[in-house]
């Protein structure tokens, strides 16, 4: 089922396609959610996050900055973004230069392979811009719009293999002669850089993707980046991390009412195995034990 839609709310003017795939699609292929064009007639900004999902869109015309992971990254006529939408996100369109962009929103059982080489190519950044230009990309993209229109299942292999080209495309886009260097034999940072290693840690220890962030800012592997943070600190990068987790839950559960589902996510820690086995490890209770004996919000 599709259902196309025209909107004009004085921010924007959008031309979306909403599509539901049949369960042979969902079970066995990619499939797109939604598609279409939007053109920013002032600043404008979306904000999401926990969804099902991965958007790439396409610059046409103005600029502006796409955030993920807590980092700004600007985006301007002739750049292409690719995002994981399970991640919070927001991008937003220039108040001088409002952007008019295509985008599609998909998913499908291959995706996160090829997102996690994407990120790697592409030093984690959502941003690419296509050495020839983004013609290639608005082919594809008119392409599967044309597809998606019908409701075949046919129709819906040839989308999915669209998809497919689409991802390899940009995949291409992102190695083209990219090679990640690093120093394994580099065993120490100057006062400068383990200040800011430690404030980028503190700043973003939520983030998964902290590690790799800082291995390709510091030019050293995870492994030897994290050995060299232990002989300056006296412990490793890895368990400082999860201890700065752990007090990030502690402190939740003692002043906020939210529930525990909500903190383990929160937190960062996103296992509920290993939060409990920590509470059990570190202050012998589970944590609706330390809630209920350290918790500022009850009344005694």
Not at 50 to 78: C, P, Q, R
């Amino acid at each position: 089922m599709n259902e196309n839609n025209h909107i004009n709310d004085g921010t924007t003017s959008s031309d979306r396609m909403i599509h539901t795939p049949s369960s042979f699609a969902r079970k066995n292929l990619s499939f797109v959610q939604e598609i279409g064009e939007l053109k920013s007639i002032r600043a404008h900004s979306s904000v999401r996050e926990n969804m099902d999902s991965y958007l790439f869109f396409i610059v046409e015309e103005g600029s502006g900055i796409v955030n993920t992971s807590g980092y700004d990254f600007t985006v301007n006529t002739g750049d292409c973004v690719f995002l994981d939408c399970k991640k919070h996100y927001e991008h937003t369109s220039s108040d001088t230069d409002p952007w008019k962009i295509r985008w599609i929103h998909f998913t499908g059982k291959t995706i996160a392979a090829y997102f996690s080489i994407f990120q790697e190519a592409n030093e984690l950044s959502p941003v690419f811009t296509p050495e020839n230009g983004t013609k290639a990309y608005t082919d594809i993209w008119s392409d599967i719009k044309g597809y998606i229109s019908e409701k075949s299942v046919m129709d819906e292999i040839e989308s999915s293999l669209l998809l497919e080209k689409l991802l390899l495309c940009c995949l291409k886009e992102v190695t083209k002669g990219k090679k990640l260097s690093m120093d394994d034999n580099r065993e120490c940072l100057d006062e400068d850089e383990f200040t800011s290693l430690r404030e980028s840690v503190n700043e973003h220890f939520e983030d998964d993707s902290i590690g790799r962030i800082l291995s390709i800012q510091y030019g050293v592997k995870e492994d030897k980046l994290s050995e060299i943070f232990q002989n300056k600190y006296g412990i490793s990068m890895q368990d400082y991390i999860l201890n700065r987790k752990f007090n990030k839950a502690k402190e939740l559960l003692r002043f906020t009412i939210k529930p525990i589902e909500e903190i383990i996510e929160e937190s960062g820690i996103k296992d509920g195995d290993l939060f409990a086995s920590l509470f059990s490890e570190n202050e012998e209770m589970t944590p609706q034990d330390y809630r209920k004996k350290w918790g500022q919000w009850i009344k005694s």
